[in-house]
């Protein structure tokens, strides 16, 4: 009688998953985010959720939060998702509260064990969204390949330089294109499949060079590039946005990402485990930059939100209000104690990170700034919609002009003796 019953048991657990259609098998968007909203989302909700686990989208469900992920696709059993709402182990949840109905939690168990999909038609879910490797388990392409030049003229949406490797950065279908810094030849290429590529910097002197992308409203990557090599160092993915922005801490232990998703999200390296969700932006993150002695991150935002973390902790550390349109660079001085702003109100701002308030502010380019940098010898260069490139004294006075160019400057990138405009 017992083993009838247990199998029974287990029989009918499993019916409602063996005889559902493909169509009818439950989904993120189609069930479960109502049920999660309903049941949870007054404490894993809103700017702050509790536990920096978010239910009210796909992002922040398969990201998980402190305690560590949040779902395992394929198994309930050893996901708190289920495990917790179903009251099988502590903390249950809802907390201190009976188990939501037996139809819901149901639900959430079939969509886990049937691969966490978003929405109808999406693949199995097969790893926890946003998480990263060291990219020996994925098939990418790695190593400097052959140049390939591309078809048809596009905009520059990233650039980078390195003066140590004598290099340029730019992206390409579908991968990045490495030019000589003395003479443009092209010098080789490396892939970078995920899609698009929106941002891209060297660091530790020429040794890494980190860059994002994607595809919109669909996937997003961003990978840090061993430059001796050409080899994935790391790398964090999202399965539902491109990442638009992406940096490394000097010490290179940290790196950043942000997006459409408007979220800034740290993680560790060479693990890139995510450790700080934070959501004080209020649109699409553009811009993220580490100080110089990586203690603090800033981002901007594309409403004029521009935020000061300690990056390690993740505690805000300074709202900078001032800027009225999207932030599209920022730039630290070599101190670290200065941070300046540009944005697409046409203005560079000047924080004094010390006391929090702006030390200087001019109209730098009347249409918008599109690209801000700093010359070894603390002087600003900036480029904007006016197709001009002018470089600015610390003091904020107008030094040098150049320009106009043929087209509208998007990105900028310097170094002590070079100054790079893509358009």
Known sequence: ????????????????????????????????????????????????????????????????????????????ADSLLF????????????????????????????????????????????????????????QTPTGLKPFQPMTAATAVTAVAVSTELGLIALPAVKSIHLYDLANGKPKGQIEFPEGEVHSLAFHANGQRLIASGGVGADSGAAVLFDTKDWKRLAEVRDDSEAIITADISSDEKLMVVGGPLKTVKIYTLPDAKLIHTLRKPTDWVLSTSFSPDSLLLAAGDRFGGLFVWESR????????????????????????????????????????????????????????????????????????????????NASAEKIAEFGPINDIPTKLATSPSHIIIGD
């Open 83 to 138: 495990t917790l709402t179903a009251q099988i182990e502590e903390p249950s949840m809802p907390p201190n509260s009976p188990k939501i109905p037996a139809s819901e939690i149901e639900l959430i168990r079939t969509w886990i064990d049937r691969g966490a999909v978003e929405k109808a038609g999406s693949n199995m879910t097969t790893a926890r969204q946003g998480a990263a490797d060291t990219g020996r388990e994925r």
């Open 313 to 392: 902790s993740g505690k805000e550390f300074l709202t900078l209000r001032g800027h009225t349109k999207g932030i599209t660079s920022l730039a630290w001085d070599a101190s670290g104690d200065r941070l300046a702003s540009a944005s697409e109100d046409g203005t560079i701002r000047v924080w004094d990170l010390h006391s929090g308030k702006e030390s200087h502010k001019w109209l730098a380019h009347q249409q918008g700034v599109t690209g801000l940098g700093v010359t070894s010898t603390g002087d600003f260069v900036s480029t904007g919609r006016d197709r001009m490139i002018r470089i600015w």
């Open 1 to 76: 009688m017992f083993t009838s019953l247990r199998y029974a048991t287990i029989l009918l657990m499993l019916a409602p998953v063996n005889s559902m259609s493909q169509e009818n098998v439950p989904t993120y968007d189609g069930s479960i985010k109502s049920i999660l909203i309903k049941r949870c989302g007054k404490c894993h909700g809103g700017d702050q959720p509790r536990g920096e686990f978010e239910v009210g989208t796909f992002d922040g469900i398969m990201h998980g939060g402190i305690s560590g992920p949040a779902i395992v696709p394929g198994n309930s």
